[in-house]
């Protein structure tokens, strides 16, 4: 994968572990950047999309 490796253990019961790539590392950076931006501009977001409704 891309974002995401896996390693599944031929074991009982059934075990997986996965970790994030390198490239993966960075996605993860921009979307809780992202993630901190909409929790940040939510209410200004919120109050134009109510202007603009009415």
């Known amino acids: 994968m891309v974002f995401l490796n896996r390693i599944a253990y031929p074991v009982v019961p059934p075990h997986v572990e996965y970790s994030l790539t390198p490239l993966g590392e960075q ?11 909409i929790e940040l501009n939510l209410p200004e977001v919120l109050a134009v999309r109510d202007e603009r409704a009415a």
């Open 27 to 37: 996605v993860s950076e921009k979307v809780a950047a992202l993630a901190d931006w």
